[in-house]
């Protein structure tokens, strides 16, 4: 049996439902580990036996070497497939609605989501062309448009960008859902607190990034820090999925149209001036989408179902029918109604 999100409970707390045990969140994250692994040796499986009968070459690890959109999107497919991993998991061992990750209401808000990537996109330009110009100023060697001549061609670029669009709105996701979505709710499961999951989060999120530079780490930390924090105050994950798939999507696509597919650098190896500026580009986005949910009275909570008597039955006789008008805690019960 499937248990109901606990009604009234914020987002960090959804996991807390009358099924849920003090083991179920421990053996989640060895079905998380598990399932993952497996589905990608499943991927990679499959890469390799085409590799041998389409004669691939391989590298010096002997995985198979198909060129650089085809291995980028092994790779962006080897993160994503924890999205569907991560969703089995929420049903199936913690036994509620895997919606219970997408937000408060059990569902992707669509029309919320629309106006985040309308807000993330012109935070991430901005972004990108600051922290090109910073680099320029500063006379670091790191580029991120690089120079005219290595583009690599329409056709090339093409190719790349529609696998770029096609597969890494689904890998940035993954990330949110595992890490500001499961994650963040499994803390929820025994703290009231939402900061303690916030923290470990942020830094987990950091640590999976691989360890380049100070900066690189100081940064993913924030970025964790501050989508964890929009997560628990809009009530859903839309605002941290539109920012990091903006974000992924247009570093993929500066690097497939200048040919920096097969780089390995990513960022976590980031230079001090491309943190300054994001860390300013993510405060602003933060306060943006705030002000922006603020504007939309967002429900912040679950829903509140209420056993009413229907009009049509008889006199003291009560019906199955539910009211589920979502109240918000005091100062904000009146911010209502789903988004």
Known sequence: MISSTPPGAPYHRLARTGRQRWWRSLVGVLALLGGALLVGCALFGVATVVAEITGTPTDADGLPVFGPVVDTALLVLSVAVALPVTM??????ERRPAGSLSSVLGRVRWRWLGTCLLTATPAI???????????????????????LDAWVGWPAFVAALLMVVALVPFQAAAEEYLFRGW???????????PWP???VQAVLFAAAHGWGTVWGFADLVVMGLLC????????????????H?????????LAAAFGGLAVDETMADAPWQLV?????????????VARAADRRALATVAPISRVVEHRHAAPGRMTAWTD?????????SRRCGPR
């Open 88 to 93: 089995a998991v929420t049903r199936g061992v």
């Open 125 to 147: 330009t901005v972004m990108l062309l600051g922290t090109h110009l910073l680099l320029r100023a500063t006379g670091d060697e790191m580029v991120l448009l690089g120079p």
């Open 183 to 193: 994650l963040l709710q499994a803390f929820g499961t025994w703290l009231r607190s």
């Open 197 to 199: 999951g916030m923290v």
């Open 228 to 243: 964890g924090w929009l997560t628990v105050r809009t009530g859903g994950l839309e605002a941290a999925v539109a920012l």
């Open 245 to 253: 798939v903006v974000n992924n999507v247009g570093a993929f696509g």
């Open 276 to 288: 300054l500026v994001d860390v300013l580009v993510l405060l602003a986005y933060t306060w943006l």
């Open 324 to 332: 589920t008008t979502c109240c918000s805690p005091p100062p904000a």
